[in-house]
């Protein structure tokens, strides 16, 4: 199974280890599924944790290695062309801008 995770779940696995984001970090980790990720995806989570507001909950020594774990581990896709036309709010559009053509790539494969 493939997943892509929302920046703020991300954040919250980062900075917390308990509830249901370091669950689903967890779950990835133990293998039961592919996690993807994209350069944009990663720049958004490098620049959120960056911020002064995160340091009581995380350093920045380990912001670094969890970034470079997720970007070592995660399946990298491409970030795809601009779409201004699939939605007008800005998160969802990168959400979708990033994962549907790789999504629609795999699903196509795996159904044939």
């Not at 991300?10 to 994209?38: C, H, K, M, N, Q």
């Not at 896709?77 to 939605?87: E, I, K, Q, T, W």
Request: aromatic share 8%.
């Amino acid at each position: 199974m493939l997943a892509v995770l929302d920046v703020n779940v991300l954040v919250s696995a980062a900075i917390s280890t308990a509830g249901p984001p370091r669950e689903i970090l967890t779950a990835w980790v133990d293998g039961r599924f592919e996690l993807l990720a994209s350069p944009a995806l990663l720049a958004e989570l490098r620049d959120v944790l960056a911020r002064p507001k995160f340091r009581r909950w995380i350093g920045t020594a380990t912001a670094a290695e969890f970034l470079d774990g997720l970007a070592d581990a995660t399946l990298i896709v491409d970030d795809p062309p601009a779409r201004p036309d699939l939605s007008p709010d800005p998160e969802y559009l990168e959400l979708v801008q990033a994962w549907a053509p790789m999504l629609e790539r795999r699903f196509t494969k795996w159904s044939s």
